[in-house]
């Protein structure tokens, strides 16, 4: 089972990025997926979360309104369009399956397949 997340790249204080994580070996159609990220000497962090079918969505209050998850069940590909990006966005993206649920949580522990991570930074 892997989860390969992938889009992060260096962008200016403004600017957007879309992060896309696909999936395989594993159907994740039926579970919750999330975005995590982490910056350097600072723990995991909640970033978004999407329900099995991406009817219900949940955002932490640090990118809400700028960033927007998404997904494509037929892709098995969640997404994070990321706008509006600022030097404290800059981290190692994580994508995340929640097998045990349909909804979107916000609790890390709850994940339990997670991707390589994906550098995004962003400068002033």
């Known amino acids: 089972v892997q989860l390969q997340a992938s889009g992060g790249g260096l962008v200016q204080a403004g600017g957007s990025l879309r992060l896309s994580c696909a999936a395989s070996g594993r159907i994740f159609s039926n579970d919750a997926m999330g975005w995590f990220r982490q910056a350097p000497g600072k723990e995991r962090e909640f970033v978004a979360a999407?329900?099995?079918?991406?009817?219900?969505?949940l955002y932490a209050d640090s990118v809400k309104g700028r960033f927007t998850i998404s997904r494509d069940n037929a892709k098995n590909t969640v997404y994070l369009q990321m706008n509006s990006l600022k030097p404290e966005d800059t981290a190692v993206y994580y994508c995340?399956?929640?097998?045990?649920?349909?909804?979107?949580?916000?609790?890390?522990?709850?994940?339990?397949?997670w991707g390589q991570g994906t550098q995004v930074t962003v400068s002033s």
């Open positions: 995340a399956a929640d097998t045990d649920r349909v909804l979107p949580v916000s609790t890390t522990r709850n994940y339990d397949y």
């Open positions: 999407v329900s099995w079918n991406g009817g219900s969505t």
